[in-house]
């Protein structure tokens, strides 16, 4: 009985490392990265891939970056998700480069879940008592740092074609007991025409990694002895390459008001996914988006993305299954240098919602003086 209590009051910890204790490619590897950047590409459910021209391109599109022509673009965004339980913060600043024939940018995300009851010592092994006194609390936190560049390839009157690369630093962290380092690439296109767009970005080009590494004390390796878990010590967690292919048109309807509807498709190579599209060859998973604008100055925005069959609500028999998608609305304001976005964003499902409010302020400070 004592090691059976003992064993339900370790399983959340040990849940927390089990995702990396394998070294194969996994399919959610890295997945902090694929929620998103920005609260004007969240309401529009990630859809920027062809139409990306700020700060946010080196999350998005690091081609995009040429979009940000002479003046430093700067953008900081923060969410919480799971009523606070999960926070994401998200900072990214470009700057154009030889005479804006090219760009540089910088991005920082980090999704962490903090004060997470570690209950390794809460049950008394001499006796098998619970001293409540001894729970202790850890942060589970992933870190991504983005450096991004992007050049012209060439430039006419009827449109603009660039080119892109990011490399990515990751670092994950589980309180004391593990640590991962992880690296990788993405390389990408971006042509933007008078009104039509179209971009590509190939994702963990190299294969990203994270070589994990474990740390437990001796008091800590004897519980989980007692409880009869394996005791990690390294692992390698591999992020296999994919595809993210996008279009958008831009339309006018006088001279104040436009309309841009977008559609991305990742794809991705390593089995089937559950997303609208799947094979053993490639799934495909979409994110459709429209933006209006009102004189480059107000903005009303919506998407939906994330495709998934799941179990419906109510089938006691688990046998029917419904599509759920992920819906977002947003809207954003310009004064003068600030732009000031906003996302509201449904994580689940359409019967049962977990909704999100997100914003973030994005700052234009202005062409770089000339030398």
Do not use: C
């Amino acid at each position: 009985m004592k090691t059976a209590t003992i064993r339900i009051f370790t399983a959340a910890l040990l849940l927390t490392l089990s995702p990396n204790l394998y070294a194969q490619f996994v399919t959610y590897s890295n997945d902090f990265l694929n929620i998103g950047a920005g609260a004007a590409g969240l309401a529009m459910g990630g859809a920027q891939v062809s139409s990306v021209k700020d700060a946010t391109a080196g999350y998005y599109n690091p081609a995009g970056l040429m979009g940000i022509k002479d003046k430093p673009d700067f953008t900081l965004m923060h969410a919480e998700y799971f009523a606070g339980i999960g926070k994401y913060d998200y900072a990214a600043a470009a700057f154009p480069i030889n005479d804006g024939k090219r760009a540089l940018g910088f991005s920082l995300l980090r999704f962490a879940v903090d004060d997470i009851p570690n209950t390794l010592y809460l049950v008394n092994p001499q006796d098998g008592s619970i001293d409540y006194n001894n729970i202790q609390s850890f942060s589970s936190a992933d870190y991504a740092f983005l450096i991004s560049f992007a050049q012209k390839i060439k430039e006419t009157p009827s449109g603009r074609l660039s080119f892109g690369f990011n490399t990515k630093v990751i670092y994950r962290d589980v309180g004391s007991f593990a640590h991962a380092w992880g690296f990788g690439f993405d390389g990408a296109l971006q042509y933007v025409g008078r009104n039509a767009s179209f971009g590509i970005v190939a994702k963990d080009v190299t294969t990203t990694f994270n070589a994990w590494s474990f740390s437990f004390t001796d008091a800590e390796k004897q519980v989980l002895y007692l409880t009869d878990n394996d005791i990690p010590v390294k692992s390698t967690e591999l992020t296999a390459p994919s595809l993210m292919v996008g279009g958008s048109y831009l339309f006018h309807f006088g001279d104040k008001i436009t309309l841009r509807p977008a559609l991305d498709l990742h794809l991705t190579f390593d089995g089937k996914e559950n997303v609208l599209v799947s094979n053993n060859t490639v799934s495909i998973d979409p994110h459709v988006g429209l933006e209006a604008a009102y004189k480059d100055f107000v903005f009303l925005r919506a998407g939906i993305n994330n495709f998934q069959q799941a179990l419906a609500d109510g089938d006691t028999l688990s046998q029917k299954k419904v599509w759920i998608y992920q819906p977002s609305v947003g809207a954003g304001f310009k004064i003068k240098f600030v732009t000031i976005d906003y996302a509201f964003t449904n994580l689940a499902n359409q019967s049962d919602p977990l909704y999100t409010n997100v914003f973030s302020l994005k700052f234009d400070l202005g062409p770089l003086p000339k030398k």
